[in-house]
């Protein structure tokens, strides 16, 4: 939770293999 300023929300590119921003959405999480 930021407290100086809003940060601004990350564009999640469409997975490259699948082409969906779900999947891609999906493995951020996974991976993190």
């Known amino acids: 939770m930021p407290r100086r300023r809003e ?3 990350r564009v ?3 997975d490259p ?3 969906s ?3 891609a959405k999906f ?3 996974v991976m993190n």
């Open 27 to 29: 493995m951020n999480v």
């Open 7 to 9: 940060v601004p929300k």
């Open 21 to 23: 921003q779900e999947v």
């Open 17 to 19: 293999k699948f082409g």
């Open 12 to 14: 999640i590119l469409p």
